[in-house]
């Protein structure tokens, strides 16, 4: 069965500096996507970037990017500059793409905190 | 504007009691899911529905039941037999079970005492 792993229950970073989440992901499977979820005081999850697994290019929005390492299951979420608006739990998630497969499975999240 | 809304944004109930969630979108997506959230834990899968009057138990669907009558609604009930009701509950949506992308409403907390 599938699992996603993040080990780190919380990360503090100082403003405007570079912070790292780590996620690490167990599957057989050679085709997936692999998602990092904000989810801010509001709770309202958002999505901050996906990567599919047939793709060897890392994907970046704005300030986050991602280290994908499809041979050692790793999926690591970097945050340049960060913001106070950063702050959040982060879950990582996982999905595959074929017929019948309708979930995503989640980590437990990491709490980051941004430091002014 | 497009999007899920959720209501209420907490509910409070007397053990025993059922209680329905409420969960409503306007994108027009086919799937529809609920998840529950419990401290130090991910999104746990509750149920989901791919199509009209169609639905799946996800992973913890004991204590629950769901209905699809409308495309636009996917409303969770929460039994007295759900040993454990107090949570976050998630909805989401996607334009299809099989696309990647799901989108999230802005959740309700449920405490039941």
């Known amino acids: 069965a599938q699992t996603v792993t993040q080990s780190q229950p919380e990360m503090s970073v100082q403003e405007a500096e570079t912070v790292t989440l780590s996620c690490t992901y167990d599957t057989s499977e050679s085709d997936y996507y692999l998602f990092w979820y904000k989810q801010p005081p509001s709770r309202q999850m958002i999505l901050v970037i996906r990567?599919?697994?047939?793709?060897?290019q890392n994907a970046t929005e704005n300030r986050f990017s991602v280290n994908f390492q499809k041979a050692a299951k790793s999926f690591s979420l970097k945050i340049s500059d960060s913001q106070l608006g950063d702050a959040a739990m982060y879950f990582c998630?996982?999905?595959?793409?074929?017929?019948?497969?309708?979930?995503?499975?989640f980590g437990t999240g990491t709490r980051l905190k941004v430091l002014a | 504007d497009g999007g899920i809304t959720q209501s209420p944004k907490y509910l409070f109930r007397k053990e025993g009691q059922n209680v329905t969630l409420s969960c409503e979108q306007n994108?027009?997506?086919?799937?529809m899911y609920w998840y529950r959230q419990d401290p130090g834990q991910g999104l746990r899968l509750i149920y989901y529905?791919?199509?009209?009057?169609?639905?799946q138990k996800g992973d913890i669907a004991e204590g629950y039941s769901v209905s699809r009558e409308k495309k636009e609604s996917f409303p969770l009930t929460v039994t007295s037999a759900q040993k454990n009701p107090t949570a976050f509950y998630l909805c989401?949506?996607?334009?299809?079970?099989?696309?990647?992308?799901?989108?999230f409403g802005p959740g309700t907390r449920l405490t039941v005492t």
């Open positions: 529905s791919q199509i009209v009057n169609d639905f």
């Open positions: 998630a996982y999905k595959m793409p074929t017929s019948g497969t309708y979930k995503y499975i």
């Open positions: 990567q599919e697994a047939y793709k060897q």
């Open positions: 989401a949506s996607s334009i299809s079970y099989r696309t990647y992308e799901q989108y």
């Open positions: 994108l027009n997506h086919d799937a």
